[in-house]
């Protein structure tokens, strides 16, 4: 089993920036993938960046040039900048954590942008 424990989120102007991070404890070395994906209002939940263990990444394209998805491995934490957020970034952002049999995900934390 894998838990995912999110921090980060929140109110922000649009133009601001804020940061997401999420830990993986368990049974990380079976992790494959690892990102968040995103859950606006009245939709389907969306993904967002994720990176493979391998440490490709790949990018909605709506988020591409503002976001970044970085990895520490030491502390099998992923952890999300958002820059230049805007209002239709709003949504409830979901880390999830992925193999070959399995997909976790955490408890999903709260981002809004103020226009």
């Known amino acids: 089993q894998v838990q995912l424990v999110e921090s980060g989120g929140g109110l922000v102007q649009a133009g601001g920036s804020l940061r997401l991070s999420c830990a993986a404890s368990?049974?990380?070395?079976?992790?494959?993938?690892m990102g968040w994906y995103r859950q606006p209002p009245g939709k389907q939940r969306e993904l967002v960046a994720v990176i493979t263990s391998h440490g490709r990444l790949n990018y909605a394209d709506s988020v591409k040039g503002r976001f970044t998805l970085s990895r520490d491995n030491a502390k099998n934490t992923v952890y999300l900048q958002m820059n230049s957020l805007k209002p239709e970034d709003t949504s409830v952002y979901y880390c999830n954590a992925a193999g070959v049999t399995f997909s976790y995900w955490g408890q999903g934390t709260q981002v809004t942008v103020s226009s």
């Open positions: 368990g049974s990380t070395a079976s992790i494959n993938v």
